[in-house]
């Protein structure tokens, strides 16, 4: 079957870094997503990885391994608007949309 | 009106009646999306609409019928739901189908609750 899986929670502190991981075990591979979500808000786009490497866009960036099916969110100098669901989605060779569950991320000052 | 608009933002309903939630996107996008999100689950794909046409539906029961009447508007009838269709009811649109990666966007939702 096809698989994303993203931790459940993650905890950090105001001003620091943190990484959210996805792997993914899909069949066939057309690119990957990142969106967040606010609670009780619609998810918005934050990145698309279709091909290996680090994308970086302001205080967020991501990062694919295509041979190892793994993803990253890396989220620099953080702010407590940053406390979201942060979801991963993996478009396979059909161009079906898989989404993870999300990693809801809590941020304390 | 810009984004995508979804109307009503909350709707309680029995399981015996007919209801419609309408979807609305001003982007001029050529795709449209229905999507079920539950607490702690992945969002799941229900429909989709690609120029106008179905071409994507994830086994949905029936008592959910979805009708795209023109590029910009979307709507899913309900009628004769369950408890457990309590949920998010997420509609979205992008410039292409899924095999074009593009980002989607989000409407707000309506959060559907069947007593």
């Known amino acids: 079957g096809q698989n994303i899986d993203q931790p459940t929670e993650m905890t950090a502190t105001e001003g620091a870094i943190v990484q959210i991981n996805c792997t993914y075990q899909?069949?066939?591979?057309?690119?990957l997503f990142w969106y967040q979500q606010h609670a009780g808000e619609a998810p918005t786009f934050l990145s698309y990885n279709v091909l290996d490497g680090l994308e970086e866009k302001g205080r967020f960036s991501s990062f694919l391994s295509r041979s190892k099916g793994y993803s990253y969110l890396l989220l620099k100098e953080l702010q407590m608007k940053d406390s979201a669901s942060y979801l991963c989605?993996?478009?396979?060779?059909?161009?079906?949309?898989?989404w993870g569950a999300g990693t809801k991320l809590i941020i304390k000052p | 009106e810009t984004g995508v608009t979804q109307t009503p933002r909350h709707l309680v309903m029995g399981m015996t009646n007919k209801k419609s939630l309408k979807c609305e996107q001003h982007?001029?996008?050529?795709?449209m999306y229905w999507y079920k999100q539950s607490a702690k689950k992945p969002l799941e794909l229900m429909f989709v609409y690609s120029l106008e046409e179905r071409v994507e539906n994830n086994s949905v029961p029936s008592r959910f019928s979805p009708e795209c009447p023109n590029s910009s508007h979307l709507f899913l009838h309900l009628h004769t739901l369950q408890p457990e269709d309590s949920a998010l009811y997420l509609c979205?649109?992008?410039?292409?189908?899924?095999?074009?990666?593009?980002?989607?966007?989000f409407g707000p939702g309506t959060r559907l609750t069947v007593l």
């Open positions: 979205a649109s992008s410039q292409s189908g899924l095999d074009g990666g593009n980002e989607q966007f």
């Open positions: 899909t069949s066939g591979f057309n690119g």
């Open positions: 982007l001029g996008h050529n795709a």
């Open positions: 989605a993996v478009t396979d060779s059909n161009y079906q949309l898989i």
